[in-house]
């Protein structure tokens, strides 16, 4: 399978506790995404990263978020101090970047959906 | 700011033809994308327009008209693995390629 992948796809912690997650992208990606989706809502997004560098961060992502993308390759998103209000879906995308390119179109992995207790 | 419309629920026929709209205003604009989910699943790709006009793609086409911050996803032939949410996407200027999503349309194909 050739596509992004992210783990776990589901995860239940208590109010508090740290949580982190996984997500390998598409592997000649250079770029990589997370957003966070909440129910009837779209993805809004949280940070990206071009190769190892992190470049932008939403103001979404509070002190309690941090991503790494250590190597370049695959990424993870930790939660620090867990809270109810960060239960959603957590969704990681990939794309690959090239000057003058078409449509750099990011695809998206399956999600890890947190609830929080 | 930024701010991207589309219709909450929309629901067509099997074998008709349906349009979703779009409407955007973001404080930059480098492409507009279509992505399909199925509930619980993750967003696929459908459709990109970056310059006015039609691009087809099989049963699916997408309109843009970047004067009027408008598009729409034009759906025919519907089949009931249709039945979807259908969301909307500006890509932001800058080179970041970071993408605004509006709240989706969720689309209901009936027998």
């Known amino acids: 399978d050739t596509g992004v992948s992210q783990n776990p796809r589901h995860k239940i912690t208590k109010r508090g506790q740290n949580v982190t997650f996984r997500c390998d992208p598409i592997?000649?990606?250079?770029?990589l995404y997370w957003y966070r989706q909440t129910l009837g809502q779209g993805p809004e997004f949280l940070t990206y990263f071009q190769n190892e560098a992190q470049l932008e961060k939403s103001r979404l992502l509070s002190d309690r978020f941090s991503a790494e993308r250590p190597k370049g390759s695959f990424s993870t998103l930790e939660i620090q101090r867990t809270e109810q209000g960060d239960s959603a879906m957590y969704l990681c995308a990939s794309s690959l970047f090239y000057p003058r390119g078409v449509g750099n179109e990011q695809f998206f992995g399956p999600g890890t959906r947190l609830t929080v207790l | 700011g930024q701010n991207i419309d589309q219709p909450t629920e929309m629901t067509a026929t099997e074998g008709a033809i349906v349009q979703i709209n779009c409407t955007y205003q973001t404080s930059g604009f480098n492409g507009l994308f279509w992505y399909q989910q199925h509930a619980g699943e993750a967003p696929t790709f459908l459709s990109y327009?970056?310059?006015?006009g039609l691009e087809e793609k099989g049963r699916f086409s997408s309109f843009l008209s970047r004067s009027k911050g408008y598009s729409y996803l034009l759906l025919k032939e519907l089949q009931m693995k249709d039945s979807a949410s259908y969301l909307c996407a500006v890509r932001s200027s800058g080179g970041y390629n970071k993408l605004i999503f509006g709240a989706g349309t969720r689309l209901a194909v009936h027998p």
């Open positions: 592997s000649e990606h250079n770029r």
């Open positions: 327009n970056v310059l006015d």
